[in-house]
């Protein structure tokens, strides 16, 4: 969740990001992630309502909700029938939203980790697999593999941080040099030419992707 933005006038000519009207002189100006706004423009996408000042979450093609729409919206924990907030590592499986923590074993209790395959019992309970072999000897429904929800990444300006340090391309472990153009997927960076999914190559600007072992990989790939 982010706050409300700042208000620092710029001293060139500068376009509202939501209508690309030119601000003049005399225009209430809001500030995110260095593009500006009138405070009408800078609103919720789902009820409409301002967000100059108060808290908010950034959603994919520049859009935003309010802390209320953001709260209605959240996906339903499939396990505990509790909402997961955003910003929460979650998986999902054949439409089904679970808390990291929830998605569990239903014999021993133990977390599927993410990766790890496990047996799908075909009523809503899952195996791990040392499970479904001691008891059983057999694997019993389908086998499948969890993962991460596909978020999208962002294109950001790269800053250091108050020690002067600059973060490593994830893909190629080269440093992303301070004030360059990189790619972020959660707390990841990478250069822009190293932002491709691993398996079709296809730019992952603007799509959703997720984590998968030490390679980004699109939603379609995935």
């Keep these: ?24 002189p ?6 995110f992630q260095d593009r500006y706004y009138h ?4 609103c919720c996408s789902q009820c409409g309502n301002s967000l100059a000042g108060r808290p908010f979450y950034p959603k994919p093609n520049n859009q935003f909700q309010c802390e209320r729409c953001n709260n209605a919206l959240a996906p339903i924990c499939f396990m505990c029938n509790q909402k997961i907030p955003s910003g929460t590592t979650a998986k999902r499986f054949k439409d089904r939203h679970f808390h990291s923590d929830c998605f569990r074993c239903c ?4 977390v599927i980790p993410d990766g790890h395959n496990f047996v799908d019992l075909l009523d ?18 389908k ?7 596909n978020i999208y990444g962002e294109i950001t300006i790269v800053q250091g941080d108050q020690a002067g340090r600059i973060p490593i391309c994830d893909k190629c472990t080269r440093p992303v040099t301070s004030q360059e ?13 190293c932002a491709r999914c ?17 390679a980004l990989v699109c939603h379609t790939c995935s």
């Excluded at 969740?1 to 003049?24: A, D, I, Q, W």
């Excluded at 086998?143 to 929800?149: S, T």
């Design 1 to 24: 969740m982010s706050g409300g933005p700042t208000t620092n006038r710029p001293l060139t000519k500068t376009y509202c990001e939501s209508c690309r009207k030119v601000f003049t």
């Design 26 to 31: 005399r225009d209430a100006m809001q500030i």
């Design 39 to 42: 405070p009408h423009c800078f």
């Design 107 to 110: 014999k021993c209790t133990a």
């Design 124 to 141: 809503g309970r899952y195996e791990c697999l040392t499970c479904s072999k001691h008891i059983t000897g057999i694997y019993q429904g």
């Design 143 to 149: 086998e499948h593999a969890p993962h991460l929800e």
């Design 181 to 193: 153009e990189a790619f972020k997927h959660e707390t990841r960076y990478y250069h822009l030419e």
């Design 198 to 214: 691993n398996r079709c190559r296809k730019k992952l600007f603007k799509i959703p992707c997720r984590k998968l072992g030490s």
